[in-house]
């Protein structure tokens, strides 16, 4: 990445190689392009957190950062609690390392529940609905242990609060960013949950907030930048005054000004994750970090392609393919009969290494699932 001194001096316009090169140091830092941590439970620590709305593309996301990894050992590691989901930014579902999901809510979930108070209102919910069915989740988890979702929300309306509609989501992320629940191991698509307490009781205090803000700044920056002030802010729900303060208290990052937007890095902490190779092709899961870890994406995906990636209304990032970190197509899956089969919707023409290169990696997502990759032409790239 181009470089200036911290004073903040003007090194030049944002290039288109600029971005480029931003795009090949992210894919390293997030060890999608370089060899990663050896487990899981060590992957989600790194990368404080991974978006999991969609949990199937979050375990991906985690497998492919993992050497070695597959679906079952992310699975594993939800089963021993080590990694969890909850929601501990902007209103989002995130895998976690047990030991950060306590502090990391505590210091970034209250701004966004502030900020959803006009929305529950909307829907009906007003404080004394959150009281009543927290008094119904505690009881209910405390004989039981463990719920599915749908035994959960019942113990709740049997307490007199509609679930109805969005009403229970907005009950549950409530709940779970109060730190009072957590996601407990799913079973097979179920979703599952457990008192926060007895899931994880040793989860990370930082009570402080200027230390908790100056760990964040250390732990996100050290798998996601180079980046922005805006990224920073943005992935966290922070205003930019307190993503600029949050800054200040981390004394090895380096600041970068490039066309009026400032960059930052960490500049010590770990080791380099070295250089990837030139022309690294990747299979990405929707909503994967290199997309959604950032406010501005104009680094892996060019602005005229966003409709692209993301080709309605509801904010439903497609999977996609990239070379380099940069964005040159989506890709789907079809499993029947203990096979998936992998179609690419590519953006620019092929060549035959390209064509060899989604092939491996199509097997590389069979492998992960435990299935076949299924012959014929959904498992190669089409024509633009």
């Not at 679906?71 to 895998?95: C, E, K, Y």
């Not at 069915?133 to 242990?145: F, I, R, W």
Request: hydrophobic residues 45%.
């Amino acid at each position: 990445m181009v470089r200036a001194s911290s004073t903040g001096r003007q090194t030049g316009p944002v290039s288109a190689a600029h971005l480029r090169e931003v795009a090949v140091a992210r894919t390293a830092a997030q060890r999608i392009s370089v060899a990663g941590e050896p487990t899981v439970a060590a992957t989600t620590r790194a990368m404080l957190g991974t978006q999991a709305q969609d949990l199937a593309a979050a375990t991906w996301a985690l497998a492919l950062r993992t050497p070695g990894a597959d679906a079952a050992a992310v699975q594993a590691a939800l089963a021993d609690r080590s990694v969890v989901r909850g929601w501990p930014a902007r209103g989002t579902l995130f895998l976690v390392a047990a030991d950060d999901l306590r502090w990391l809510t505590q210091l970034l979930a209250p701004r966004s529940l502030a900020a959803s108070t006009g929305l529950w209102r909307r829907a009906g919910l007003e404080p004394q609905h959150f009281s009543r069915a927290e008094e119904a989740v505690v009881a209910a988890l405390a004989e039981h242990g463990e719920l599915s979702r749908p035994d959960l929300l019942g113990a709740v309306a049997r307490h007199g609060v509609d679930t109805a509609g969005e009403r229970g989501s907005h009950l549950l992320r409530w709940l779970s960013a109060r730190c009072v629940i957590v996601f407990a191991a799913p079973r097979g698509t179920q979703q599952r949950f457990a008192l926060f307490e007895q899931w994880i009781p040793g989860s990370r205090r930082i009570d402080d907030r200027e230390e908790a803000l100056a760990e964040y700044v250390r732990r996100w920056l050290a798998r996601r930048g180079p980046a922005t002030v805006r990224d920073l802010a943005w992935w966290g729900g922070l205003t930019l005054t307190e993503a600029r303060h949050a800054v200040s208290l981390v004394a090895d990052v380096e600041a970068t000004v490039v066309d009026g937007e400032t960059w930052i890095e960490r500049t010590e902490g770990e080791a380099e994750p070295g250089r990837p190779a030139r022309g690294d092709l990747r299979l990405l899961p929707s909503f994967d970090e290199l997309l959604l870890g950032y406010g501005g994406r104009e680094a892996s995906l060019d602005p005229a392609d966003a409709s692209r990636l993301v080709p309605s209304s509801n904010g439903l990032f497609l999977p996609a393919v990239t070379v380099d970190g940069r964005v040159v197509g989506t890709w789907r899956r079809t499993i029947a009969r203990g096979t998936v089969a992998i179609e690419v919707d590519p953006w620019v023409a092929w060549t035959e290494r390209r064509r060899a290169q989604v092939r491996r990696r199509a097997e590389q997502y069979a492998q992960h699932l435990g299935l076949a990759l299924a012959e014929g032409p959904a498992s190669s790239p089409t024509s633009p």
